[in-house]
Nanobody
Framework: QVQLVESGGGLVQAGGSLRLSCAAS????????MGWFRQAPGKEREFVAG????????LYGDSMKGRFTISRDNAKNTVYLQMNSLEPEDTAVYYC????????????????WGQGTQVTVSS
């Protein structure tokens, strides 16, 4: 059974930074693309970032480019999301996602996702 456990969320002031982590188990981690999506109250799920199996290439949602960085450590079965220059509009629950295909993460239809971690950015 695939388990994705997010951590690192919290309350931060605008302009601040947070680093999210996602520990994966129950899957062959290096065979999966990984990523993050978010959902704010009353809004649809939104693609945040995705990274291919090797970690050599990544994609970002338009509003995250230049501020967020996704990375992975295949030895630790963990994916990270470094978020800088946070804005109140980034407030949402952030979910870790896993799929054999990065495309499925980009369209926010992954095989598996975690329970989410709350990120709140105050103005």
């Amino acid at each position: 059974q695939v388990q994705l456990v997010e951590s690192g969320g919290g309350l931060v002031q605008a302009g601040g930074s947070l680093r999210l982590s996602c520990a994966a188990s129950g899957l062959s981690f290096s065979s999966y693309a990984m990523g993050w999506f978010r959902q704010a109250p009353g809004k649809e799920r939104e693609f945040v970032a995705g990274i291919i199996k090797s970690g050599s290439s990544s994609l970002y949602g338009d509003s995250m480019k230049g501020r967020f960085t996704i990375s992975r450590d295949n030895a630790k079965n963990t994916v990270y999301l470094q978020m800088n220059s946070l804005e109140p509009e980034d407030t949402a629950v952030y979910y870790c996602a896993a799929d054999r295909r990065l495309h499925q993460i980009v369209i926010v239809s992954p095989e598996s996702w975690g329970q989410g971690t709350q990120v709140t950015v105050s103005s």
